[in-house]
């Protein structure tokens, strides 16, 4: 029973760190939604309907 667990704990560990790098910021991410379109001075509208802070520009 006590190596299931060790092992088990084992396995979290290994699979969080591969999780954190997989993970992008990206404009409008999280609760915003994703990327809805563009705005016409290059910004990104979400769809939530609010502008992103990002500093990257679209087209």
Request: with cysteine.
């Amino acid at each position: 029973m006590k190596s299931i667990m060790l092992s088990l704990i084992a396995s979290v560990f290994m699979i969080a760190p591969i999780s954190q790098a997989q993970a992008k910021n990206t404009p409008c991410s999280g609760k915003m939604g994703g990327v809805s379109h563009c705005s016409k001075d290059g910004k990104f509208v979400c769809k939530n309907g609010k502008i992103s802070q990002s500093k990257k520009t679209c087209q």
